[in-house]
């Protein structure tokens, strides 16, 4: 009987630890890919972490008024080879991003690309896999 629940449990651990990776991604089925916005705004945060980078924002609306805004975009990894750095966005920046937007209305985007300061796009080119 020992060995039994002995080998259940190793069983239960195991498909536990396979299957953590299957939740931790997702596709795109909550944006409208039918869509592309572009906004224009001040970066309050940059976050170059997996599984995805996050790009924060203020964007003013038509009626002048301050809305939150969420950039999400691909990994690190897939961006440090386009030349995006952990320094590529800092608080205060004056951008301009362009992507899919969410199904739900939020105020929330997928980037295709982003334009700096400067004048330089940064584009997550075509490695768009979420």
């Not at 080998?7 to 991604?25: R, W």
């Not at 089925?29 to 997996?50: C, H, P, Q, S, Y």
């Not at 320094?87 to 301009?96: E, L």
Request: glycine share 8%.
């Amino acid at each position: 009987m020992k060995n039994r629940l002995y080998i259940l449990l190793i069983a239960a651990a195991g498909v536990i630890t396979i299957s953590g990776p299957m939740f931790a991604h997702h596709g795109v089925a909550d944006l409208d890919m039918t869509k592309t916005v572009t906004i224009k705004g001040e970066v309050t945060d940059f976050e170059f972490r997996n599984p995805h980078v996050l790009i924060y924002m203020k964007v003013k609306d038509d009626r002048g008024n301050i809305k939150k805004w969420t950039v999400e975009v691909v990994s690190p990894n897939s961006l440090s080879r386009r030349g995006w750095t952990k320094d590529s966005f800092k608080p205060g920046d004056q951008i301009t991003v362009t992507g899919n937007p969410k199904k739900n209305s939020s105020q929330a985007l997928r980037l295709n690309s982003a334009i700096l300061p400067n004048g330089q796009e940064l584009s997550t080119g075509d490695d768009n896999r979420y």
